[in-house]
C-alpha cells in the first residue's frame, strides 16, 4: 500500500526560528515529490521535486529529496507568522493509467508566534 | 484569470439526499481530480480524470459518482449521502501529467 508520512504533525514555534518538516513514503511507481500550503482555502504550490540532491530554494523556503532514503524536508528561515499554515507533501505516481495522480501525507500544521 | 472554480462554497444536506459538487476550470487542462479532506487523513483522492469520458477511481470511491462530458467540468455526486462523508472537498487539474495540480477553494459539505 503506498504511504505518505508527514513529521512533525503540528509544530509552533516563533518568528525568527527556522523549522524543519519531514516527509517519508513508500509508493510503486515513483515520479516526484510535490510541496504544497494550504492556508485557509486551496493548496498552492510550492515545489516539485524529481532529482535526488538538488535543492529548490524560494525566498526562505527550500526543500530536497533523498530517493535513496525516499524521504524530503523543507526548511523555513527566519519564519514569519504568515509562514503559519499546513504544509502537504504528496508523491505523484508515474506510468499506465495513474495519469499523474497523487497521494498526500497527513500534512503538517505550523504555528508561528509573533 | 477565473483558474479553477467550485461550487457551492457550503452546502448541508440530509442523509440519503443526492448532492452535486461543481468544478469548473479556464485552463483547459486535460486531467482533473477530487479529493476529500478530514482532519488525520490529508487529502484522499476519490476520482480522476484523463480527458473528456474517462474517468477512474481513486483510493475512496465508494459512494461518488463522476461524469466528464466537457473537458472543462467535472461534477461529482454522492448518490445517496452518509454523514461519513461529512468532509471538505478539493477539485483540482493539471496540464500535464509531470505538471503540478492546481486546487480550487474547496466545498465544506456537512451531511445532517
Known sequence: ???????????????????????????????????????????????????????????????????????????????????????????????????????????TILTVHP | DAGITQSPRYKITETGRQVTLMCHQTWSHSYMFWYRQDLGHGLRLIYYSAAADITDKGEVPDGYVVSRSKTENFPLTLESATRSQTSVYFCASSERTNQPQHFGDGTRLSIL
Not at chain 1, 45 to 73: A, C, P, V
Request: aromatic share 10%.
Open chain 1, 1 to 107: 500500500e503506498d504511504k505518505v508520512v508527514q513529521s512533525p504533525l503540528s509544530l509552533v514555534v516563533h518568528e525568527g526560528d527556522t523549522v524543519t518538516l519531514n516527509c517519508s513514503y513508500e509508493v510503486t511507481n515513483f515520479r516526484s515529490l510535490l510541496w504544497y500550503k494550504q492556508e485557509k482555502k486551496a493548496p498552492t504550490f510550492l515545489f516539485m521535486l524529481t532529482s535526488s540532491g538538488i535543492e529548490k530554494k524560494s525566498g526562505r523556503l527550500s526543500s530536497i529529496l533523498d530517493k535513496k532514503e525516499l524521504f524530503s524536508i523543507l526548511n523555513i528561515t527566519a519564519t514569519q507568522t504568515g509562514d503559519s499554515a499546513i504544509y502537504l507533501c504528496a508523491v505523484r505516481h508515474a506510468g499506465g493509467t495513474s495519469y499523474g495522480k497523487l497521494t498526500f501525507g497527513q500534512g
